[in-house]
């Protein structure tokens, strides 16, 4: 009902995080860790809408364990990979581009019906 603010908040820390991207003084780690928060803040949100999508719409076990799937292996990315900015981008590309084709796979399923 009120996810809409967690959705803000949630883009709100990702543009924090991708800000402190170009700050030396910010430590990556850090920054790994807020990008992460706001993408699991930002899924959490859109999910936790779900109840209220058409029935043949609604999110399941097995959507929720896709999507944390991609996000893990995007955290992981982003903790493992600092030696370069590219790292941290490759991951966060992957949680959402992946969250994403998860999302167009359940449309199409649903579409192809």
């Not at 603010?5 to 949630?10: E, T």
Request: hydrophobic residues 60%.
């Amino acid at each position: 009902m009120f996810s809409h603010y967690f959705i803000v908040i949630a883009v709100n820390l990702i543009t924090v995080a991708l800000k402190f991207l170009e700050n030396p003084e910010a430590s990556y780690p850090f920054t790994a860790v807020l990008m992460i928060a706001a993408l699991l803040l930002f899924f959490a949100a859109i999910f936790s809408d779900s109840i209220y999508y058409h029935e043949k719409y609604r999110f399941g076990i097995r959507d929720a364990a896709a999507s944390c799937g991609f996000l893990l292996i995007g955290a992981a990315i982003m903790l493992l990979v600092y030696s370069t900015i590219y790292g941290f981008l490759i991951g966060a590309l992957i949680a959402a581009g992946g969250n994403f084709v998860m999302l167009l796979m359940k449309y199409k399923e649903v579409w192809d019906k």
